[in-house]
């Protein structure tokens, strides 16, 4: 079931994603060479606990961690580990999510470690600008194939794929509610947005092919090809003349 929400849950969402905002922020100020992924994640846990939050990752479908740290050719749901340490010329995705009050915060950024090659560096670019893409087209009355289609032929025209295994989603007081939220899609088609509706709007781009595995651990999703991949996510309220960004 799709909802919209009121003007106090949005508040109360707000809050959630500020957290979140901030302790991307925070993890963005830390990371470093040398550091493991779970130290990423003792530091996320502790910031989203002292904020009265929280981590809505932890136990989620059993996941084992606060926060996802994936890794070059890892995807999303890369899980934080002590003998993980990361390294210059990798780039870092990681996704967080923080329930304030019985409402959810969603959030994700790809970070560059060092000195990255040129390529990674433009599927940075691309994957966050790609939400940009969507967000011009977004307000009341627009479909879910519009937003799909905006941000599939720009990463597209910019020679990249965008995942079709995972896709973004409505969210509220539950992590995931309805709709799903695909960043490909036909103009024209699909759900239309309606004001107060809250989503999660989250494109994963691959440099080669847009197909994805699991690996044994039962979470992390990598490319398939082995080639780098970037995720940026933001959680938004659509308006009657456009979008508010509650993580932003
Ligand atoms: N934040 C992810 C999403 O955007 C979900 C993380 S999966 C979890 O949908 F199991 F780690 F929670
Ligand atoms: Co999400």
Redesign the pocket.
């Known amino acids: 079931m799709v909802t919209v929400k009121t003007a106090q849950e949005i508040e109360l969402m707000r809050k959630a994603n500020q957290i979140v905002r901030d302790t991307l922020n925070l993890l963005e100020e830390k990371i470093k060479p040398g550091m493991t992924t779970k130290q990423l994640d003792k530091i996320a846990h502790d910031y989203i606990t002292s904020c009265d939050a929280v981590p809505?990752?932890l136990g989620?479908?059993g996941?084992p961690?606060s926060?996802?740290v994936s890794i070059d050719d890892e995807v999303?749901?890369g899980i934080p580990s002590s003998d993980r340490h990361i390294e210059e010329g990798q780039i870092v995705s990681v996704?967080?999510?923080s329930i304030y009050k019985g409402y959810n915060g969603?959030a994700?950024r790809t970070f560059a470690i060092g000195r990255i090659s040129s390529e990674k560096q433009r599927l940075i670019d691309v994957t966050r600008q790609s939400f940009f893409e969507g967000v011009k087209i977004l307000r009341e009355g627009v479909r879910l194939g519009d937003l799909g289609h905006a941000i599939q032929s720009y990463v597209e025209s910019n020679g990249f794929s965008v995942v079709r295994a995972?896709v973004?989603?409505g969210i509220g007081t539950d992590?995931?509610e309805d709709p799903e939220v695909p960043n490909y899609g036909k103009a024209g088609h699909g759900l239309r947005l309606k004001a107060n509706m809250t989503i999660?709007i989250?494109p994963m781009v691959n440099a080669g092919t847009y197909d994805v595995v699991m690996l044994d651990d039962g979470?992390t999703v990598v490319t398939a090809d082995g080639k780098p991949s970037a995720h940026y996510?933001n959680t938004v309220a659509i308006t009657e003349d456009g979008v508010e960004i509650l993580s932003l």
């Open positions: 809505s990752f989620y479908s996941y961690a926060i996802c999303v749901h996704d967080i999510g969603d994700a995972l973004g989603h992590m995931h999660a989250e979470w996510e």
